[in-house]
């Protein structure tokens, strides 16, 4: 009968990437005590003698920690050590023929780069595939495009409704490999079952340790609703009356905690979201150099990412700022419009109009003209935001006439606002900096002691601060646009500012339009 293998942490090994006086055997047998729960044998410059003494050594260390042993492409050393399976490449021997060598318990794992190479291996009976490479690496020479974060969904929609396992491979480590959880689901929810390291682990000098803190953060992944971005309504329960309060607290609290908000935004609206941020009891630093990144990082309480008008130097501190702030754990609220960061870092919140969502979840139903949405938007918002939140593993803010933010559970409808924001440059960013301010809110004041952290990209109700940030933008142009003193657009932005910087939370709670589905 087939052993049953947990593919969590799956080890490739690499004698070559030993630290200076680091032994093999040792470096193995404390990777195995750190939580590795598979290892493949890869010596792909090995003779026959030396191979097979290696993997005869290997496996009575892997024996000791009933973790099973899986040999690269050497169909003969893994019949010789009665190895608990093997693993081919595109170019070695198929599984058809391997299958036939092999006894009936052995599994094989084939790699796979492209949809065709998968139906490939599922049609010839794989038992587990291993996708790749997602991140460039050293430790091969890669001859075909990455698969990239974004590029294994797809490929895991394939595997729905077989029984064929899932690894992701190709320079993941203790840094990149929450966004590589995060990011890799299919449309329909199939997930990865683990993920494949060489480097992250062989190449230190103390693997044990390595192999431990990944292993912690692929269990806190897998615990559940903290995947979505640390507390999700689902997991609190969130009801009308339960929101408003929330959104009541996070209020009080912002003008006293006055959280710095690092916001990297389009030139056309960057004082304009600045003075936004100042009159909600933020303060915002809207700085695009690489080098400062990782500084800034440290002290943000959230980061916002606006491409507009784009220029190299900002792409380049986008992509930096991305990765330093999930490093630490703190929100990202993303405001798309090219989707290719998202293979670098995973946001808090994704936020948008129709159109841009639409581009985002590759949908045809709406279209843009420019920054802005043509006709009417989706036939069903609710689901959409739901479904798509599901997917990316984030909140999800969908802006129009109505407001639309689901965490892929629920969904809050939000109907406050006023007409005069659609005819003002910009208002789409300036929610996204209120929303920004308030998850910095709701990441600092998040309870944290006695829960590990080390499963989620940032602590908070991230679902509820988006509320309140698209609730205080929307009731303060609500009140704006009453003004006596407001006769159109080109007199309703000062007013706003006057309204947000006056705003309180009673007057928000009287006029708050909400409601949850």
């Known amino acids: 009968?087939?052993?049953?293998?947990?593919?969590?942490?799956?080890?490739?090994?690499?004698?070559?990437?030993?630290?200076?006086?680091?032994?093999?055997?040792?470096?193995?047998?404390?990777?195995?005590?750190g939580g590795v729960t598979v290892v493949q044998i890869r010596e792909k410059k090995?003779?026959?003698?030396?191979?097979?003494?290696?993997?005869?050594?290997?496996?009575?260390i892997c024996d000791r920690?009933?973790?099973?042993?899986?040999?690269?492409?050497?169909?003969?050393?893994?019949?010789a050590i009665d190895a608990d399976g093997i693993h081919v490449g595109q170019t070695d021997m198929p599984v058809s023929m391997a299958r036939k060598?092999?006894?009936?318990?052995?599994?094989?794992?084939?790699?796979?780069?492209?949809?065709?190479?998968?139906?490939?291996?599922l049609e010839n009976g794989a038992d587990y595939v291993g996708i790749g490479a997602i991140y460039a690496t050293q430790t091969k020479d890669l001859t075909k495009p990455l698969v990239g974060v974004r590029g294994i969904g797809?490929?895991?929609?394939?595997?729905?409704?077989?029984?064929?396992?899932?690894?992701?491979?190709?320079?993941?480590?203790?840094?990149?490999?929450?966004?590589?959880?995060?990011?890799?689901?299919?449309?329909?929810?199939?997930?990865?079952?683990?993920?494949?390291?060489?480097?992250?682990?062989?190449?230190?000098?103390?693997?044990?340790?390595?192999?431990?803190?990944l292993s912690e953060i692929l269990s806190e992944f897998k615990k559940g609703p903290s995947i979505f971005h640390g507390m999700s309504s689902a997991a609190n329960g969130h009801t009308t009356d339960s929101i408003t309060s929330g959104v009541v607290s996070l209020m009080n609290q912002i003008r006293t905690l006055n959280p710095l908000v690092h916001q990297i935004t389009n030139s056309v609206v960057t004082a304009q979201s600045a003075n936004i941020t100042i009159s909600i009891g933020a303060s915002p630093i809207m700085a695009t150099a690489v080098d400062e990144m990782s500084d800034l990082a440290t002290i943000c309480g959230a980061l916002l990412v606006n491409i507009g008008t784009l220029t190299p130097p900002a792409c380049a501190g986008m992509l930096a700022a991305g990765c330093h702030v999930n490093t630490w754990k703190k929100p990202i609220v993303f405001d798309p419009v090219g989707v290719d960061l998202l293979n670098k870092w995973q946001p808090s919140v994704i936020k948008g109009n129709a159109g841009e969502l639409a581009a985002l979840a590759g949908?045809?139903?709406?279209?843009?003209?420019?920054?802005?949405?043509?006709?009417?938007?989706?036939?069903?918002?609710?689901?959409?935001?739901?479904?798509?939140?599901?997917?990316?593993?984030?909140?999800?803010?969908?802006?129009?006439?109505?407001?639309?933010?689901?965490?892929?559970?629920?969904?809050?409808?939000?109907?406050?606002?006023?007409?005069?924001?659609?005819?003002?440059?910009?208002?789409?960013?300036?929610?996204?900096?209120?929303?920004?301010?308030?998850?910095?809110?709701a990441s600092a004041s998040a309870q944290t002691e006695g829960q590990?952290?080390?499963?989620?990209?940032?602590?908070?109700?991230?679902?509820?601060?988006?509320?309140?940030?698209?609730?205080?933008?929307?009731?303060?142009?609500?009140?704006?646009?009453?003004?006596?003193?407001?006769?159109?657009?080109?007199?309703?932005?000062?007013?706003?500012?006057?309204?947000?910087?006056?705003?309180?939370?009673?007057?928000v709670q009287e006029h708050i339009k909400i409601k949850i589905v």
């Open 452 to 507: 590990s952290l080390r499963g989620v990209l940032a602590k908070g109700d991230m679902f509820l601060a988006s509320i309140a940030g698209i609730l205080v933008f929307n009731v303060a142009a609500e009140l704006a646009a009453a003004r006596d003193d407001v006769k159109g657009p080109g007199t309703f932005f000062p007013a706003l500012i006057d309204e947000l910087t006056s705003l309180t939370p009673e007057v």
């Open 101 to 121: 060598l092999l006894p009936q318990k052995c599994i094989i794992g084939v790699s796979c780069n492209n949809k065709e190479e998968l139906q490939k291996a």
């Open 46 to 60: 090995a003779e026959t003698a030396e191979f097979l003494d290696i993997a005869l050594k290997s496996k009575a």
């Open 65 to 79: 920690y009933n973790v099973p042993l899986i040999i690269n492409d050497r169909i003969d050393i893994a019949l």
């Open 154 to 213: 797809p490929l895991l929609q394939m595997l729905d409704g077989t029984s064929v396992k899932a690894v992701a491979i190709g320079g993941i480590n203790s840094k990149n490999v929450l966004r590589v959880l995060h990011g890799s689901v299919s449309g329909t929810g199939h997930s990865l079952d683990g993920i494949a390291v060489v480097s992250a682990i062989v190449a230190l000098n103390q693997p044990r340790q390595a192999a431990s803190e």
């Open 363 to 441: 949908s045809i139903e709406v279209t843009s003209k420019g920054v802005d949405t043509v006709g009417n938007g989706f036939e069903d918002p609710v689901g959409f935001v739901t479904a798509l939140a599901r997917r990316e593993r984030c909140i999800v803010v969908l802006t129009g006439k109505t407001d639309y933010v689901s965490d892929g559970h629920t969904c809050a409808v939000l109907d406050n606002g006023h007409e005069f924001l659609g005819k003002m440059t910009g208002s789409g960013c300036a929610t996204g900096s209120c929303i920004a301010s308030f998850c910095a809110v």
């Open 1 to 33: 009968m087939t052993r049953t293998i947990d593919y969590s942490l799956y080890l490739v090994t690499g004698r070559e990437l030993l630290p200076q006086g680091k032994d093999y055997f040792e470096s193995l047998e404390e990777s195995l005590q």
